[in-house]
Structure formats: structure tokens, C-alpha cells
């Protein structure tokens, strides 16, 4: 319940909710001295009939009835239209329930009102971008940022929501300018974002044709954030499919060293590198290396694909049942298993490895999680689809990825590659 609660918490637009609930709840508190003030004065009941509203609105706030909340609010600026602040929480109770017209309406209203402050009224064009984004109304939405921007460039909220719409239109040169403004107005780490964007830039050039440029993107991604394990695998593809193939073993052998829980990402890359070429005992070097240090199911799985090439046919046997050693529901070893007995004209044994291997169907081999907000994405991604955070998908079978490695990839893996 609570795991839950958090949820909904992290949510950005129920994050706004809760802090415009929040500044109600202490605006309530004002209201409620006004009104005892008022009532010790003698002054009319149609005040306190709006108080009254109000602070039944309030209630079925914090108790999340939005669509009462939203009845007692609206009857509350009905009898008193001078509370901005309760037009503010009905936008926001629109937004939340996917009524954007309205929300919409509301921030229109405010920001044409006379003589309003200047800091409501770009709280309001930041509420009207959100509530235009969320429409989907994604250029409309940018107009909105970019005018709170032209009033007050560092405004954060206002960068952030910029650079999340750069995003979401793929526009990666703006992405990465924003983040960097971001950067120097807040300082501390955000190599790893900017890297990203180098590495989508990168990606566009090459859906352009472009490899000179895609290289340069992957080359600077990887210059900003030496971890940016994205950077490293595309650049090592591209060397690839311009033969260039020792570059390409040295980009992808680069995940090892920063990241050994994504090896796996590069066992078949450099597989298929040493095999154009035509050696690919460097490959069975490389993979002992890493199953001597690394004990992960996906590294027995690679020595086993690669001891079934070399024909060593029990050797690959052996391979995988180690690996199910290490996680009996890795069901793409059991299939493994069963495509080599059936090779080997061992029926009845590749018959009782299937049967293992649909006992474990429903068990899925290797799965994922944000740790940001929870999300479980079907496979993975470097940028979560719910919260838009980078790098927060993690892996949630430990059993097959051991992430707490002592495998030191600067021991043997140069003397791998040569040859």
C-alpha cells in the first residue's frame, strides 16, 4: 500500500497536485482566521457560504474525491472570484482527471486578469504549458516555456519542461543545450543525460546516412560520460559495418570494463567481429576471462553457443548446465540444450529437456524495473517510458546478472583481442 501510495507520488503530475494541495491546505488556514475574523466583525454570510466551500473542498481533497473537491471549489469562486489560488487547484484538479479544455480555460483566465502579480501570472503560463502537454499539444506547449524563459531564463521548472518536450519531438541538439543550461544553474552530476542526447543525436545521424556525424555524436557521448555503455555499443556497430573490425572489438569490449552487467549486450557483436575475421579463438579467451571472474548465466550461455560452434558438443552441454546452476528458470539455455541433443540425434533426452523447458515458460529469463517510479518495462530501455529518468532500468533477477562482479576487464581482455 505504501510501495503504492510512492507511486502515485512520483508521478510529475500528481507531484504538482500534491504540492498545489499543500499551498491550499495553508491558504485554508489564512481563510479560516479571515472567516473568525469576519464572523467577530459582523460582516456577511455571503463570505462565509464560499469559506464554507472552500474548506469542504479541502476535505474531499485530501480524501482524493476530486470530482467533489472540484463541485465545492467551483461553488467557493462563485461566491468569492478574487482567490487565485483556488483557480490554481481547480487547473489542477482538471488536469488530473484528463479534462484539459477546462484546466486550460482556467490558466487563461488568471493570466488575463488586471494588476495580477507577475509571479501568479508565470505560475500560471507553466501550469498552461503542463496542461497543453498533456493535451498532446506539444508545440503549444513549447511556446508556453519558451515565453516563461523569455521572462525569466532561469526559470528551472520552465527548463525542465523544455527539455523533456525536446525529447519527446527527438529534437536531441535542443535536448542537449537545455540540459546544459540545467547543468550550470544547478550544478552536480548530469554527464550521463548529456551523454544520452549525444548518443539519440548519434542514432538520427545514422537513420540520415550520416556515419561521419553519427561517429563524431557516439565519440562525444562517450567523452562527456565514459560509462555510456549506448555509446559504446553503436559506435562499435558502425566500425562494424564499415569492416573496420578491430575498432568495433575494442568499442564493445569498452562495456565490459564500465559496465559488466550489460557484457552480455556485447558477447554476440564480438562473436560475429572475430568471425569476419576468421578467428575466433580470441572469443573462447575473452569469454573464460569473463566466466572466470563474472558468474553470470548469459556468460555460460555465450562459451556454450561458442563450444557448440567450435563442435565441441558436450563441452556446450556442460556450459549450460552451469548456467541453469546459477538460475534454473533461464529457459533459453534449456532450448539450448534441447536444440543439441536433437543435433545429436538424442531424442529421448531432448524430449525431457523441453519438458523442463515448458515447465519454465511462464517464468520470464531476465526482467526490469525502474527504480525511480516502479515501471516494468518488457525490455531494456536507458530511459524509463513513465518517469523519463536515464539510466534508472535495472535489472530484477540478480541470479542471472550479478552485478557485484570482481571481474577486472583491464586483466587479459588486451591480450584477448590481438591476433
Known amino acids: 500500500m505504501f510501495r503504492q501510495l510512492w ?8 507531484q504538482i497536485l500534491c504540492l498545489g494541495m499543500l499551498s491550499v491546505f495553508f491558504l485554508c488556514l489564512a481563510l479560516r482566521f479571515l472567516a473568525l475574523f469576519r464572523k467577530e466583525k459582523g460582516m456577511g454570510n455571503l463570505a462565509g457560504r464560499g469559506d464554507d466551500a472552500f474548506f469542504k473542498g479541502i476535505q474531499y481533497l485530501l480524501s482524493n474525491d ?3 473537491a472540484i463541485e465545492e471549489f467551483t461553488k467557493s469562486v462563485q461566491v468569492n472570484s478574487d482567490t487565485i489560488e483556488t483557480y490554481v487547484t481547480l487547473g489542477n484538479l482538471y488536469r488530473s482527471k484528463g479534462d484539459i479544455e477546462r484546466a486550460i480555460r482556467i490558466r487563461q483566465t488568471i493570466i488575463l486578469r488586471p494588476n495580477i502579480d507577475e509571479g501568479f501570472k508565470l505560475s500560471a503560463l507553466l501550469d498552461l504549458g503542463r496542461d497543453y502537454r498533456k493535451g498532446g499539444f506539444l508545440d503549444r506547449a513549447l511556446e508556453t516555456f519558451l515565453n516563461v524563459l523569455k521572462k525569466e531564463p532561469q526559470n528551472l521548472a520552465a527548463l525542465g519542461e523544455v527539455e523533456k518536450i525536446y525529447e519527446e519531438m527527438k529534437d536531441w541538439e535542443n ?15 548530469h554527464e550521463h543525460i548529456l551523454a544520452h542526447h ?18 563524431n555524436s557516439f565519440q562525444t557521448a562517450i567523452s562527456i560520460y ?3 555503455v549506448d555509446a559504446y555499443l553503436h559506435l562499435g556497430d558502425l566500425y562494424f559495418d564499415s569492416q573496420d ?16 552487467r550489460f557484457t552480455f549486450l556485447a558477447y554476440r557483436r564480438l562473436e560475429g567481429a572475430y568471425s569476419k575475421m576468421q578467428n575466433l579463438k580470441p572469443v573462447e579467451d575473452f569469454l573464460k576471462e569473463c566466466a572466470q571472474f563474472n558468474s553470470d548465466a548469459f556468460t555460460r550461455l555465450a562459451l556454450a553457443r561458442y563450444r557448440y560452434n567450435e563442435k565441441d558438443y558436450d563441452g556446450a552441454l556442460k556450459e549450460l548446465e552451469s548456467a541453469l546452476d546459477i538460475d534454473p528458470t ?33 517464468v520470464p529469463y531476465l526482467e526490469f524495473r525502474c527504480s525511480n517510479c516502479g515501471f516494468s518495462p518488457l525490455d531494456l530501455q536507458w530511459q524509463c517510458p513513465q518517469c523519463k529518468k536515464w539510466d534508472s532500468i535495472n535489472f530484477i533477477n540478480s541470479k542471472i546478472l550479478d552485478s ?3 571481474f577486472n576487464p583491464k586483466r587479459g581482455l588486451t591480450e584477448a583481442s590481438k591476433g
Open 245 to 260: 573490425y578491430k575498432k568495433a572489438i575494442t568499442a564493445w569490449k569498452m562495456v565490459v570494463e564500465v559496465a559488466p
Open 7 to 14: 507511486q502515485w507520488i512520483l508521478a510529475p503530475d500528481n
Open 330 to 362: 533461464f529457459w533459453e539455455a534449456r532450448r539450448f540444450i534441447g536444440e543439441i541433443l536433437l543435433s545429436n540425434d538424442r531424442k529421448e533426452e531432448a524430449l525431457e529437456a523441453y519438458r523442463e523447458l515448458i515447465a519454465h515458460l511462464n
Open 404 to 406: 557485484s562482479s570482481q
Open 198 to 215: 549525444q548518443t539519440e543525436l548519434g542514432k538520427r545521424f545514422l537513420e540520415q546516412g550520416d556515419s561521419g556525424k553519427a561517429s
Open 66 to 68: 476530486r470530482d467533489h
Open 226 to 228: 565514459r560509462d555510456c
Open 175 to 189: 535536448a542537449f543545450a537545455v540540459r546544459q543550461k540545467i547543468s550550470k544553474l544547478t550544478g552536480g552530476n
